[in-house]
T-cell receptor, first 113, second 112 residues
Framework: GESVGLHLPTLSVQEGDNSIINCAYS??????FIWYKQESGKGPQFIID?????DKRQGQRVTVLLNKTVKHLSLQIAATQPGDSAVYFC????????????FGQGTRLTINP | ETGVTQSPTHLIKTRGQQVTLRCSSQ?????VSWYQQALGQGPQFIFQ???????GRGNFPPRFSGLQFPNYSSELNVNALELDDSALYLC???????????FGEGSRLTVL
């Protein structure tokens, strides 16, 4: 069935280190992928997106890598800061007319001082 | 630019009751989507509205219904509430040509 999963439910990193959050998706027809950050009590906040015709995209302190061969997505956060503590979700757009996003379960990122 | 706003932020209902949640889309966005997020889970797509018509629906029963108004605001209605309907209900708006969804802060529904 439809599923977007994450390899690790929790991730702890030292402040200043780089963080890598992984995601496996199941639908090879998905053409658009997004990473969202969700802080406690808030709605998901867009971080970065990537289309299926790309394998890498960089933003400010964040990089998304897409490997379509193994249906794997990753989010790299450089120089992790306390404000990066949140739950991170990957989501895939199944394509077609509606922007129907399928979200993974999420990875909780905690930053150790 | 005004972001996505939702109301109410919290509400408590009992089984069998009905609830209406409201959403105002971000300025300039004509597409609204609703998602249900159970505790500890990722959001699940309920349905999407574009130009006042339903444009895609997830695996939710008919007691979940919606509306979109000419000003692009939207309502989510849930009838015959069940305990499992307890969740954070998220509204997101977008331009149909763009992939990015902008989410509101959600309405947290508790069904007792």
């Amino acid at each position: 069935g439809e599923s977007v999963g994450l390899h690790l439910p929790t991730l702890s990193v030292q402040e200043g280190d780089n963080s890598i959050i992984n995601c496996a998706y199941s639908n090879s027809a998905s053409d658009y992928f997004i990473w969202y950050k969700q802080e406690s009590g808030k709605g998901p906040q867009f971080i970065i997106d990537i289309r299926s015709n790309m394998d890498k995209r960089q933003g400010q302190r964040v990089t998304v890598l897409l490997n379509k061969t193994v249906k794997h997505l990753s989010l790299q956060i450089a120089a992790t800061q306390p404000g990066d503590s949140a739950v991170y979700f990957c989501a895939e757009n199944m394509g077609g007319g509606a922007q129907k996003l399928v979200f993974g379960q999420g990875t909780r990122l905690t930053i150790n001082p | 630019e005004t972001g996505v706003t939702q109301s109410p932020t919290h509400l408590i209902k009992t089984r069998g009751q009905q609830v209406t949640l409201r959403c105002s889309s971000q300025s300039g966005h004509n597409t609204v989507s609703w998602y249900q997020q159970a505790l500890g889970q990722g959001p699940q797509f309920i349905f999407q509205y574009y130009r006042e018509e339903e444009n895609g629906r997830g695996n939710f029963p008919p007691r979940f219904s919606g509306l979109q108004f000419p000003n692009y605001s939207s309502e989510l209605n849930v009838n015959a509430l069940e305990l499992d309907d307890s969740a954070l209900y998220l509204c997101a708006s977008s331009d149909p040509g763009a992939g990015e969804l902008f989410f509101g802060e959600g309405s947290r529904l508790t069904v007792l």
